[in-house]
């Protein structure tokens, strides 16, 4: 899932990937215009998903969620 603003970053960015050309590429590959699709866009909504803050879980409360579960 991805926020608002994730999806308007991304927008902006398929703007400048999705051109005539990428398409006309995409589709005179028709058995490859998936991985060729992938190929173009994925990297855009890795980049933007690790923009995202790092969680972080101490051991001490995985610890004490499992007690919790276990009890």
Known sequence: MFTREEVDNVNQNLEKIITPVFLENM?????NRYAIANLGMKPLFVSVIKQRKKLSIETKNVIQAIDELAA
């Open 27 to 31: 589709y005179a590959n028709y058995e």
